[in-house]
């Protein structure tokens, strides 16, 4: 899914949350961490904005991509800031949730999903998808749904007042 897709719905799952806002953030991070410094490099170097090639992503960013989207790391890093932080750790799942939603909408021809990284290599991952998250038809239903949760969360606020 694109960037704004996990933020959204990491809004529409924890909304209700008095730590939403770090539930998006954590929902974001993933893509930040895995693309936002291509993206910057690609600015510096003037490549023409657009998809990704990916046989000319570099090395380093393909390690981003394996760190910020594995459910190994994760399951990690979340363990560890539960046993330290007890409750204040719980926006954490929204990352864990963004790879999970990753993971069936990532065609292994385009930007698969490295959810088993470093056990497996980037190139070696190939769920099973007959679609990507990019196709037309799949951007069209996924924001449709997107944007009927977000209507009824307006509505329930609205009637709360």
Not at 24 to 41: A, I
Request: aromatic content about 24%; overall charge positive; hydrophobic content about 55%.
């Amino acid at each position: 899914m694109d960037i704004l897709a996990h933020g959204l719905w990491s809004y529409i799952i924890f909304h209700t949350k008095r730590y939403w806002k770090w539930a998006v953030f954590w929902g974001l991070f993933p893509d930040l961490l895995g693309w936002g410094p291509y993206f910057v490099y690609r600015i510096i170097e003037g490549t023409p904005m657009g998809p990704p090639l990916p046989a000319l992503i570099p090395h380093w960013s393909w390690i981003l991509y394996g760190i910020s989207h594995s459910l190994i790391v994760f399951f990690i890093l979340f363990g560890a800031s539960y046993y330290f932080l007890k409750n204040k750790a719980w926006p954490l799942l929204a990352w864990g949730i963004e790879i999970l939603m990753d993971i069936p909408f990532h065609r292994p021809d385009y930007l698969p999903t490295p959810y088993l990284w470093p056990v497996l290599p980037v190139e070696s991952y190939a769920f099973p998808s007959a679609f990507g998250w990019h196709s037309l038809w799949f951007m069209v239903v996924n924001y449709s749904i997107i944007v009927f949760f977000l209507l009824i969360i307006a509505v329930k606020r609205y009637k709360k007042k």
